[in-house]
T-cell receptor, first 111, second 111 residues
Framework: DSGVTQTPKHLITATGQRVTLRCSPRSGDLSVYWYQQSLDQGLQFLIQYYNGEERAKGNILERFSAQQFPDLHSELNLSSLELGDSALYFC??????????FGSGTRLTVV | ELKVEQNPLFLSMQEGKNYTIYCNYSTTSDRLYWYRQDPGKSLESLFVLLSNGAVKQEGRLMASLDTKARLSTLHITAAVHDLSATYFCAPTRGSQGNLIFGKGTKLSVKP
């Protein structure tokens, strides 16, 4: 167990639907990162939060949004889902000054 | 924009042989990470290289960083089947900056 908890582990949903992925960082880590891994795009950085505030944005689609709550857990919301959104979504957390620990991921399948 | 190029992307090795994976990146980065990923699994941290000339070794793997050449290498010594996995390099900028991943090197070690 890495200490970063992601739920659910698997998700199957239909096109056009909306889903929420959840991430609890390691205790004490203020930074949370979301990554998408697919066969064609590889590992893509989506977004970073630090202590509740958005810090950096990567290749995140407008249909996707995220937030970090006061207890530091984070949620990634994916809406109007398309077949191409099927991927493994990872969350990572980071303590100061360095080091990143990844969760086990959520495998999203859009049918 | 920081771009990362790994090569080779696929590597088939015989047990007992040595080989090197190369990671080039396009702009200044002050630290670099190497990760291992088994199929369908999360990313496991191998090394973090924090400064120019840094060298880290763990078992049959050794990583180095040349920030002037914007190059990191992961050297495999006397490969064994258990090393079969995909290896990613990921430079980053600043403390807790987001990781930018290469496409990964899929290593297959055959008897």
């Amino acid at each position: 167990d890495s200490g970063v908890t992601q739920t659910p582990k698997h998700l199957i949903t239909a096109t056009g639907q909306r889903v929420t992925l959840r991430c609890s960082p390691r205790s004490g880590d203020l930074s949370v990162y979301w990554y998408q891994q697919s066969l064609d795009q590889g590992l893509q950085f989506l977004i970073q939060y630090y202590n509740g505030e958005e810090r950096a944005k990567g290749n995140i689609l407008e249909r996707f949004s995220a937030q970090q709550f006061p207890d530091l857990h984070s949620e990634l919301n994916l809406s109007s889902l398309e077949l191409g959104d099927s991927a493994l979504y990872f969350c990572a957390s980071s303590p100061f000054p360095y080091g990143y620990t990844f969760g086990s991921g959520t495998r999203l399948t859009v049918v | 924009e920081l771009k990362v190029e790994q090569n080779p992307l696929f590597l088939s090795m015989q047990e007992g042989k040595n080989y090197t994976i190369y990671c080039n990146y396009s702009t200044t980065s002050d630290r670099l990470y190497w990760y291992r990923q088994d199929p369908g699994k999360s990313l496991e941290s191998l090394f973090v290289l924090l400064s120019n000339g840094a060298v880290k070794q763990e078992g049959r793997l050794m990583a180095s960083l040349d920030t002037k050449a914007r190059l990191s290498t992961l050297h495999i010594t006397a490969a064994v089947h258990d090393l079969s996995a995909t290896y990613f390099c990921a430079p980053t900028r600043g403390s807790q900056g987001n990781l930018i991943f290469g496409k990964g090197t899929k290593l297959s070690v055959k008897p």
